[in-house]
């Protein structure tokens, strides 16, 4: 009986949830250390906190998620894009796009901090095989590779937090391949807003999974897929998305 190979992304989703503990000491690490972080950062009110929160102020929706030293509720994609810009300061900005995503995401639907941690853990184990998979070739070409695979890695996390099934997790890393982004040309605390939009990103993509939308399941290997259009054929490898890191 002939069966069809499973894509890229159906593979990485399985297998990390069959690994999905590798990741979980680091996980509760950034969790604890970068919740933490940013009402510090909101206190500073220098010119990169004015004008984000003179953003939020013109253009923010209120909801059930919060921003740490923040007055008020925020939608959790509001929420995510300034707890991810703010605490881009005290970690990578794919990692701080996946605790901003989380945060955001587990306070609208009231998930306790150990679901959380074990969705940071998630998105962590998919961004660590996408970086072994074609984060070299994506930086030998000069591309943000923070930006073309932290969204996908922090969707994976929104998607573990919502408890979206494996097909619509597939679904959800499809439309953040659309969604994935970002250069080099920031410069200084500005390219911090990048893990906020990263973060706001992942939310938007796992949500239009949940609710029925689907993206392209070869969204890495596929002709016109990330790894092809970023790295380059020849300059990465699918391999890595199977395997857990050898130091987790």
Known sequence: MNTVPRSA???LVASVLRDSGATHS???GYWLRLRNAVAPRVALRDGFVESLMAVLRADAIAGLSSIAGVEGAFTARDAAFANGALMAAEA??????IVAAVAALAQEIQADDAAAIGAVAFGLDVLDRLERAAGAGMRARSHLAEGLLGVPAATAA???TIG??????????????SLASGSREWQGYDADLLAGWIARSAILAARLAQF???GPAEVFEGRKGLFNAYAGPGYYSV???TQAAPDS
Do not use: N
Request: no cysteine; hydrophobic share 55%.
């Open 212 to 214: 029925g939308f689907s």
């Open 9 to 11: 992304s159906a593979t």
């Open 158 to 160: 929104a998607g573990r």
């Open 26 to 28: 680091r996980a509760a």
């Open 164 to 177: 979206l099934s494996d097909a619509a997790m597939v679904d959800a890393l499809g439309v953040a391949g």
């Open 239 to 241: 391999a890595p998305l």
């Open 92 to 97: 990578p900005l794919p990692v701080a796009a």
